[in-house]
C-alpha cells in the first residue's frame, strides 16, 4: 500500500496562471479531503468528498478553486489565476468512512511567484 | 477563531524525558484526535480518544479527554529524538453529514539527545 499519492510535489506558478494538483487516495477508501496548510492560518479545511460525490466544500474560496473527483482512484484541486497568497501546502487525505482516521498524502507545495 | 488549539507554540526536552502537549476546543465533539506531522511530511495519527473515553494509550502515548473542561492532552514518555515534530489536536465538525477534520496551530516538540 503506498498510502495516498499527490503530484506533483512542488509547483511554481506565475501570477495569474493555473495550477492542478493531483490526489490519488487510497484504494478502497470512500471519503477524500483537500486541506490547505500556510505558517499563518495552520491546517485549514478546504473540501470533501464521499463516494465520489461533493459534500461540503465550505473551506473552498469560491471564486478561484474547484475540486473534482471524476473516478474513485484520483481527486483534482484546481486554481485559477493564481495568486501569491495561494501558496502553501496543499494535502489530500482519504478514510475508509466518514469517522475513521484520515491518512494524508505528503502534500504538494504550491509556490506563486 | 480556532475551534482547536495546543497551548503552547514549542516545548523542548531531553531524549528519556516526558513531554505532554494541551489542547483546548470550543465545540462539542464525538471524536478528538491527535496527529503528528514531521518535516516534509503530511500529518500522522496517532490516537483518536472518543468522547465517552477519559483515557487511551498507544505505546509510549497517552491522550486524555476532559468533556467539562473540553479539554485534551497528550503525554510522551521516554521520548526520543525521532519524536521531534508538530503535534496537533484536531476535533471533527459535522459539514451537512459529513465530517472534516479542524486542526489546532500545533505544538512543536523538540527532543535533544
Known amino acids: 500500500n503506498a498510502g495516498v499519492i499527490q503530484t506533483p510535489r512542488h509547483k511554481v506558478t506565475g501570477k495569474g496562471q493555473e495550477a492542478t494538483l493531483w490526489c490519488e487516495p487510497i484504494?478502497?477508501?470512500?471519503?477524500v479531503f483537500w486541506y490547505r496548510q500556510t505558517i499563518v492560518q495552520g491546517l485549514e479545511f478546504l473540501t470533501y468528498?464521499?463516494?465520489?460525490?461533493?459534500?461540503?466544500d465550505s473551506g473552498m474560496p469560491k471564486e478561484r478553486f474547484s475540486a473534482q473527483m471524476p473516478n474513485q482512484s484520483h481527486s483534482t484541486l484546481k486554481i485559477q489565476s493564481t495568486q501569491p497568497q495561494d501558496s502553501a501546502v496543499y494535502l489530500c487525505?482519504?478514510?475508509?468512512?466518514?469517522?475513521?482516521?484520515?491518512?494524508f498524502g505528503p502534500g504538494t507545495r504550491l509556490t506563486v511567484l | 477563531s480556532q475551534l482547536a488549539e495546543e497551548n503552547s507554540w514549542a516545548l523542548s526536552v531531553h531524549e528519556g524525558e516526558s513531554v505532554t502537549v494541551n489542547c483546548s476546543y470550543k465545540?462539542?465533539?464525538?471524536?478528538l484526535q491527535w496527529y503528528r506531522q514531521k518535516s516534509g511530511k503530511g500529518p500522522a495519527q496517532l490516537i483518536l480518544?472518543?468522547?465517552?473515553?477519559r483515557e487511551k494509550r498507544n505505546g509510549r502515548l497517552r491522550a486524555t479527554l476532559d468533556t467539562s473542561s473540553q479539554s485534551s492532552s497528550l503525554s510522551i514518555t521516554a521520548t526520543r529524538c525521532e519524536d521531534t515534530a508538530v503535534y496537533f489536536c484536531?476535533?471533527?465538525?459535522?459539514?451537512?453529514?459529513?465530517?472534516?477534520?479542524?486542526f489546532g496551530t500545533g505544538t512543536t516538540v523538540s527532543v535533544s539527545p
Open positions: 487525505a482519504s478514510s475508509s468512512d466518514n469517522y475513521a482516521e484520515q491518512f
Open positions: 465545540t462539542s465533539i464525538t471524536a
Open positions: 484504494s478502497g477508501h470512500s471519503a
Open positions: 480518544i472518543r468522547s465517552n473515553e
Open positions: 484536531a476535533t471533527d465538525a459535522v459539514y451537512q453529514g459529513g465530517r472534516a477534520l479542524i
Open positions: 468528498f464521499r463516494n465520489q460525490a461533493p459534500i461540503d
